[in-house]
């Protein structure tokens, strides 16, 4: 048998190729499982940044949201809470009419500004009107709440101070809320006094329900947001406590890095099944050494473009991962941007490449060559930038720095244009009313002291002028507050049309305006200025295809000449306007010394009146009216007087006008109804007595049920009660005028006319409403003689009364002629001094006893 002969040269070759084939295999083995490994932590490491970065991105925005609703809850509390209005009528008095019927603090809180409860808490802790969801309730706000509240009415109160509110997160029922507080104050009201002790709080509570919590999310970039559920806290679910205990809340992470793994881990796992694969395979060839390593060659080969390929593949996931990634030299030379930069900044590419640093982007705080070299070697290094776009408009990034040693830069560029301007937009709204545009209290208070800072001197003083619109009221009672609001946005152009650039127009709250004017150089040009804001208001609005005509009036104050603070120049322009409205509105008056006396004096007389209601301080005297044929006693008309404990007898012009400002009027009318109807009640059935109106009560206090009542009290014939009224009643709103002197006819009293002749539209008025009566005004009755004078006239007068079957009653009669003049022109009867005086109800009832005998 022929031997096989083996050469032992080409067994060692084998065996030597073998084992460096094996041996290679083993270290391409061990180098590609430990890259494996390196691109498996690489890819966690990336994600789990990716997830956390946009983690606390969405925790960031979630409070700015909640942060601007509680800011927005606390100023729309404060615009109510200091207004005298709501003083008046939510803590010295409760009046649900005015509040709830009239929308002052009503349904439209609900429906209008989402707050689902709106509470005033009186001094003693007590919930005194509550609206819950838009209806009126008798709900305490601690039941509703289901927490106590000492503490909040404390830090509402001590915040009202400073003119602050209070606004907190709360849980509702396991619903977030936002809670804001503000104590009722009069703000800067001139006829509101402030009582002594604690003020009452006004309380308004906005849920954060699923519906709303989801919109405000969204408005902030994040999606899904809501109430936490049992199982939140998950690892695929991030949660954020709110602030005060008020909940937990979650919402639907975006999960970047999460992402990059579902892509690119099944590609690596692939690479490695491949490469196990192949491993099995070579060790299985290991007897064929040359095919082996020739083989292995080719399959090395493969595998390098297999991991060029997932490299390529994972450089493409980082692009789409983050909004742009770059990377500078150490010149500060862009060397790479992502394809992502050209789709967020419009701008080529490839045209930026080469640019320094400083060149395509800028920041506020200097130049970035200069901030990188001081500031990129720490953690977490970021900078906000701006940049022009493709479109040629600026937008603004935050850069993530990082260093490179001695190379240079890298880092990432997040496009954060929209966060900024929301921002911005809050701060604006901080400072500007949302229905105007003007700059609010606050940013008045800021330019106010900032131009005081500045020293004006007598020659170059600092002007205030305080503009509060005169017949405003009735644009919204008869067009609504939609044509209330667009009168103000009119206003608001024309005040401005008005000033120069330098100066400030502000809105306070409601139909109350400040100007602040610098470098007037005399009282006339205050003056000149004036009179061009009051023409300007006084042309008319087109609102609603109606015609508007409202007028001004204007408080001015001087610093340094009246005061160099800025609470005071605003107190002193207010003292101002308010004499420049008792003047007769539609004008103006400069601050003088005396006038916060005379402002003193009113509020004290203000004051007593109340004292003067309430402990009968009050009297009547009775003027008697008389057939003129005959000179028969037809009647008396109730005169109401005022015994003052210091000034003597006071006469109704004295503090009619004050009770009808502060509202006191309602009270005194009362009493002056009542002690006149039981007085009457004595007389003879043939005996009339007739009682003056104010037009303010046509427009609240329900009349025709006062009235009613209180001839149910005095037992008083309806068919011998006369009620006077003024022309005024009719021009404030001539439908709920009709309605309720349609009303009170119905309860058979009668109605009559009072200073006939004064108003431009007696005649229209005589024939629209159901008047019995019509008084002549003393103006007419005093130029009348026998032989002349105003006889004519009062003769048309006679005469159209008797053509619409009406009493005619002359007034002022002083003089024999004047009653003769009367008779020749047969009107019907006659009240004045010659006829008789004034008395009081003793010698009134004296009278009628003496004329029955």
């Known amino acids: 048998m022929e031997k096989l002969n083996v050469d032992p040269k080409a067994t060692r070759q084998g065996t030597s190729n073998l084992s460096m084939a094996r041996g290679s295999l083993v270290a391409c083995s061990t180098l590609l499982l430990a890259m494996f490994l390196l691109v498996g932590l690489l890819l966690t490491s990336i994600a789990h940044h990716l997830n956390h970065d946009a983690g606390e991105h969405s925790r960031l925005d979630i409070e700015n949201a909640l942060l601007s609703v509680e800011k927005i809850a606390g100023s729309t509390v404060k615009d109510y809470a200091f207004w005298g209005d709501a003083y008046q009528h939510l803590h010295q008095a409760i009046d649900v009419e005015w509040a709830f019927v009239r929308q002052n603090l009503g349904a439209t809180l609900f429906t209008d500004l989402g707050f689902q409860g709106v509470f005033i808490v009186d001094p003693a802790g007590r919930t005194v009107y509550s609206v819950i969801d838009g209806q009126l309730q008798t709900v305490a706000v601690q039941d509703w709440l289901h927490a106590p509240i000492d503490t909040l009415l404390a830090q509402a109160r001590a915040a009202a101070v400073n003119s602050q509110s209070v606004s907190r997160l709360i849980n509702a029922g396991g619903t977030p809320a936002v809670l804001a507080a503000a104590a009722l104050t009069p703000g800067t009201d001139p006829d509101v006094t402030a009582d002594d002790g604690p003020q009452s709080v006004l309380i308004f509570v906005a849920k954060l329900e699923p519906a709303r919590l989801e919109a405000l999310g969204r408005d902030f970039g994040v999606q899904g947001l809501q109430v936490a559920s049992s199982d939140a806290g998950s690892a695929s679910t991030p949660t954020l406590q709110l602030k005060d205990n008020a909940g937990v809340v979650q919402w639907s992470s975006e999960d970047p890095g999460h992402q990059l793994l579902v892509i690119i881990v099944p590609l690596v796992t692939v690479a490695g099944l491949i490469f196990g694969l192949m491993a099995w395979f070579i060790l299985r060839r290991t007897t064929a050494a040359a095919r082996i390593m020739d083989s292995n060659y080719a399959t090395l080969q493969a595998s390098r473009a297999a991991l060029a390929v997932s490299e390529e593949r994972f450089r493409d996931v980082a692009e789409a991962a983050s909004d742009w990634i770059w990377e500078v030299d150490s010149h500060l030379r862009f060397t790479y941007l992502s394809d992502r930069f050209e789709a967020i900044t419009g701008l080529v590419r490839r045209e930026c490449l080469g640019l320094a640093l400083d060149e395509l982007l800028t920041s506020d705080q200097g130049s970035l060559s200069i901030w990188f070299k001081e500031h990129a070697r720490r953690a977490n290094a970021i900078v906000q930038c701006n940049y022009l776009s493709g479109e040629g408009e600026v937008r603004i990034c935050r850069l993530s720095v990082r260093e490179i040693p001695g190379q240079g830069y890298r880092g990432t560029a997040s496009d954060i244009t929209e966060e900024v301007a929301a921002r911005r937009r809050i701060e604006y709204l901080s400072q500007h009313d949302a229905l105007t ?27 205030m002028l305080s503009i509060d619109l005169d017949r405003f009221k009735p644009v919204n009672d008869l067009l609504g507050h939609a044509a209330g609001d667009e009168v103000l946005n009119q206003v608001s152009r024309r005040l401005q049309d008005c000033l120069r650039g330098d100066d400030l127009v502000a809105r306070i709250g409601g139909d109350e305006f400040v100007l602040v004017v610098a470098d007037m150089s005399s009282p006339l040009e205050v003056e000149s200025l004036c009179r061009r804001l009051i023409d300007c208001i006084e042309q008319p609005f087109y609102i609603c295809e109606h015609e508007v005509f409202i007028s001004a009036s204007i408080g001015i104050a001087m610093a340094p000449a009246d005061a160099t603070l800025a609470e005071e120049l605003l107190r002193y322009a207010d003292i101002a306007l308010y004499e420049a409205k008792d003047g007769g509105r539609n004008t103006w008056r400069f601050y003088a010394g005396d006038m916060n006396a005379r402002i003193i004096e009113r509020r004290q007389l203000e004051s007593d009146l109340r004292h003067a209601i309430k402990n009968d301080e009050l009297r009547l005297d009775f003027q008697p009216r008389y057939r003129i044929e005959g000179k028969r ?37 009362n009493w002056v109804l009542h002690a006149a109807c039981q007085a009457a009640a004595g007389w003879p059935e043939d005996v009339m007595i007739s009682v003056n109106l104010s037009s303010t009560e046509f ?11 209180v001839l149910a009290e005095t037992g008083l014939n309806p068919a011998r009660l006369e009620l006077e009224l003024t022309e005024s009643v009719m021009l404030n709103d001539e439908k ?7 009303g009170l006819k119905a309860l058979g009293v009668r109605l009559l006319m009072d200073d006939f002749g004064t108003g431009y539209s007696s005649l229209s008025y005589l024939r629209s409403f159901p008047f019995d009566g019509l008084k002549i005004d003393r103006s007419f009755v005093g130029g009348l003689t026998a032989s002349g004078g105003d006889q004519s006239i009062i003769q048309a007068i006679v005469g159209l009364g008797r053509a619409l079957s009406l009493t005619v009653t002359a007034e002022g009669v002083e003089t024999l002629d004047q009653l003769k003049a009367l008779k020749i022109v047969q009107c019907d ?8 005086m004034p008395m009081n109800a003793q010698a009134i009832s004296e009278l009628i006893t003496r004329r029955m005998d």
């Open 736 to 742: 709920i005028a009709l309605s309720i002197m349609l």
């Open 829 to 836: 009867e006659a009240q004045g001094f010659y006829l008789s």
């Open 633 to 669: 006693l037809a009647g008396a008309e109730a005169l109401v007087r005022w015994e003052h404990p210091l000034r003597g007898l006071l006469g109704p012009d004295v503090f009619i006008p004050i009770a009808e400002e502060t509202g006191l009027i309602l009270p005194l009318s």
């Open 699 to 709: 427009q609240r206090g329900h009349l025709v049920a006062r009235v009613k009542s």
């Open 437 to 463: 545009g003007l700059a609010n209290r606050t940013r008045m208070q800021e330019f106010l002291e900032g131009k005081l800072k500045a020293s004006p001197t007598l020659e170059k003083p600092l002007v």
